[in-house]
């Protein structure tokens, strides 16, 4: 079965400082991947997405993400974080389904 | 211009009671999707509908029934409520022969069960 890990559970940082949340999914075959975000009290957004081509992608906000098919991850990036990126973070992936598989999220907190 | 709604947005209710979440897109999307998001922040899927046929039941407890009337709305009808019921319930959306599948999601509906 599918699954998706979210190895950092609550990130701190203080503005300007850079990002990376890791991301790692478990399936055998081609995958789409996909980073969400959830800012507070809000519902969910697209970052970005990758399903094939160029393995850095890169989104909105000034987030971007590498697929590296050896490790099986998808980690987030952005090289300097802003008070407005607190939110929580969510790695999706789907084995060309409809099904969506979610990981348990990243809160990250970003302090002025 | 909204593209997937739900209502409620809150929903406070007692246990034992029935309830109903609605949700509409107007993406003129295929299918539609209705996520459990715990007290965790854990997002799971529940139920898929394409073109109003159920395609994905994710092991929910039969009090849960989701209804398309048609292939815009999928509302979730909740019998006999629970404490363990109280989440957000997210609705979403997407198109059916996209080489993603990439997913819309509404703003989601607060349920608290007393």
């Known amino acids: 079965a599918q699954s998706v890990s979210q190895h950092n559970h609550h990130v701190i940082l203080s503005e300007a400082a850079s990002l990376e949340l890791g991301c790692n999914y478990s399936y055998g075959g081609t995958v789409n991947l996909f980073w969400y975000v959830q800012y507070p009290g809000q519902h969910l957004q697209l970052l970005l997405k990758y399903f094939s081509g160029d393995p850095l992608v890169k989104g909105i906000k000034g987030f971007e993400a590498e697929f590296i098919k050896s490790k099986f991850s998808f980690n987030l990036r952005k090289p300097s974080v802003q008070w407005s990126d607190t939110a929580e973070y969510f790695c999706?992936?789907?084995?060309?389904?409809?099904?969506?598989?979610f990981g348990t999220g990243t809160r990250l907190q970003v302090f002025p | 211009d909204t593209a997937v709604s739900q209502t409620p947005k809150y929903l406070v209710t007692q246990m034992g009671n029935d309830k109903s979440i609605k949700c509409e897109q107007n993406l003129g999307h295929d299918t539609m999707y209705w996520y459990k998001q715990d007290s965790k922040k854990f997002l799971k899927i529940m139920f898929s509908?394409?073109?109003?046929?159920?395609?994905i039941n994710e092991t929910v407890p039969n009090r849960f029934s989701p209804k398309s009337p048609d292939k815009a709305h999928l509302n979730l009808h909740i019998n006999s409520l629970e404490l363990g019921d109280s989440a957000v319930y997210f609705c979403?959306?997407?198109?059916?022969?996209?080489?993603?599948?990439?997913?819309?999601f509404g703003p989601g509906t607060r349920l608290t069960v007393t």
């Open positions: 979403a959306s997407s198109r059916q022969g996209t080489l993603d599948y990439e997913q819309y």
């Open positions: 999706a992936v789907n084995a060309h389904t409809d099904k969506l598989i």
């Open positions: 509908y394409n073109n109003k046929e159920l395609i």
